[in-house]
């Protein structure tokens, strides 16, 4: 199946918008793993037993492994939710951006080495970088459209000097709706923090899947996000959502009963967002 195939199953399967970011930081483990790096895969292997029937994706973020020297654990863990969480696909947060030979060699990394099904791009550099991610065409591709951090504004909310003067957040999201979507599997990132311009990248890619992180410990608002992105037709067809937490739902619990304080927050989570969903659900 192509990545959003993956990701429309998932959503309906467990009838989630919800995604566990697994941002794992040895400091905040629990007693008695706290400050081990070599239990990263551990730690993180316990949280998606405890949550991946409430998700609609995992999105483990590399440099949190790639800081430890625990690039080996990231391609474990991976390999682990393919096999023990089937169907439930994964999003490497990756954010690359870079041109031509070094391009491809980043998506052979993404694609080849860890078996991500998907992964975000920074389009600030031109299509040229993100075309070779299109090229391996069942994988997925997240461009960085209206961030969820404050300094977002300083670059993304400037209007572009061609036609119609949009925003470049504006123009990205169009572009990524249209003529750069040459596989189909191309989305967005943009932060629950903007619910106004989530609902605006909404309005020029109706069709696009969107990450959105931000819930949680960024603040953003939960009902106030699925209003503004969802979107579904009389025919049961919607657009993909992928309303990522991570801290929130990864340290929720401090000793060893972590992976059970994980699954109640995910759950609180999970149907706090379906409760704003428009019905019917899917």
């Not at 391996?136 to 003067?165: D, M, P, V, W, Y």
């Not at 009902?223 to 992105?229: E, F, G, M, P, S």
């Not at 919607?238 to 995910?266: E, H, M, N, T, W």
């Amino acid at each position: 199946m192509t990545f959003i195939e993956q990701l429309t199953r998932a959503t309906r399967q467990n009838n989630s918008l919800l995604c566990v970011g697994l941002d794992p930081d040895p400091a905040r483990f629990p007693e008695p793993i706290q400050n081990q790096t070599d239990r990263i895969f551990d730690f993180c292997a316990a949280i998606v037993d405890a949550t991946a029937d409430l998700v609609n994706a995992f999105k483990p973020q590399i440099a949190y492994f790639a800081a430890r020297r625990a690039e080996p654990q990231l391609e474990q863990l991976i390999e682990y939710i393919h096999r023990n969480a089937p169907g439930v696909p994964v999003i490497l947060d990756a954010k690359r951006g870079d041109i031509g030979s070094t391009a491809e060699q980043y998506a052979i990394e993404a694609f080849e080495r860890y078996g991500a099904d998907a992964v975000t791009l920074s389009p600030f550099m031109g299509f040229d970088t993100i075309e070779p991610y299109l090229r391996h065409h069942e994988k997925g591709a997240f461009l960085l459209c209206r961030t969820s951090n404050t300094g977002g504004s300083e670059l993304q909310n400037q209007h572009l000097e061609i036609e119609g003067k949009p925003r470049v957040y504006e123009h990205i999201a169009k572009q990524a709706q249209g003529a750069w979507n040459i596989n189909g599997q191309l989305g967005l990132v943009v932060g629950a923090t903007y619910p106004d311009e989530l609902a605006r990248v909404r309005e020029l890619a109706p069709t696009a899947p969107l990450l959105i992180p931000g819930i949680g410990a960024q603040g953003g608002d939960a009902h106030a996000t699925v209003q503004a992105a969802w979107k579904s037709w009389s025919d049961g067809r919607f657009s993909p959502v992928v309303i990522s937490s991570s801290r929130a739902i990864l340290y929720a619990g401090k000793d060893a009963k972590f992976a059970q304080a994980a699954r109640q927050q995910a759950q609180q989570l999970r149907d706090e967002l379906n409760h704003a969903r428009p019905q019917p659900q899917v």
